[in-house]
């Protein structure tokens, strides 16, 4: 034949080979809930289902979805949440408070992924507490994180002249020194 007195019969070979598989790796952006609830995500020529609780900017592999049957890699993030933030499996919460409703202690409705749960603020607790509801974060393999709500209190950057006085009978009375013991120099 022509082809043995070419001496190139290697291209020839690899013409006919079939070309290896190759994985590729794509990166999404899904919303919050999806993260937290797990659900399809549409890629175009495919879908790919997100489990509840996946952890932020891991991958999932979607095996045969490559180049020439290899795997597709696909990074997952969230977009934030407009009150939820996650660690780990944890779901934070932030709770605004009075200061009257911070010291005196109140009941609050609260979010959380499973609907409205009212959670009891016992007196005197601290603006940066947390006050935990079981078994109310996101799914993973030792189990349901929990939610924790962390308690803001928010101060009126005006007050009227009856607040002020009562802050005021508030600060003589006051027993608590919370600098004391922290061995700031000044």
């Known amino acids: 034949s022509d082809f043995s007195t070419t001496g190139n019969t290697s291209s020839r070979r690899t013409r006919g080979r079939k070309r290896?598989?190759?994985?590729?790796?794509?990166?999404?952006?899904?919303?919050?809930?999806?993260?937290?609830?797990?659900?399809?995500?549409?890629?175009?020529?495919?879908?790919v289902d997100v489990p509840a609780g996946f952890p932020e900017g891991k991958k999932l592999r979607v095996r045969g979805q490559g180049e020439n049957g290899g795997d597709l890699y696909v990074k997952v993030n969230a977009r934030p949440h407009p009150y939820f933030r996650r660690d780990g499996q944890n779901i934070i919460l932030d709770v605004p408070l009075t200061v009257s409703e911070a010291g005196l202690g109140c009941k609050v409705d609260v979010p959380t992924l499973?609907?409205?749960?009212?959670?009891t603020v016992p007196p005197g607790t601290s603006s940066g507490q947390r006050l935990r509801i079981r078994g109310m974060g996101l799914p993973g393999s030792a189990g349901k994180g929990d939610q924790f709500c962390e308690i803001k209190i928010m101060l009126p950057k005006q007050w009227s002249s009856k607040g002020k006085q009562m802050l005021e009978e508030l600060a003589k009375t006051e027993p608590l020194q919370p600098r004391d013991g922290l061995g700031w120099k000044t």
Do not use: N, W, Y
């Open 20 to 47: 290896p598989p190759q994985d590729i790796e794509q990166e999404i952006t899904v919303d919050f809930m999806t993260i937290a609830k797990g659900g399809s995500v549409d890629l175009g020529r495919i879908k």
């Open 114 to 119: 499973e609907g409205t749960v009212t959670i």
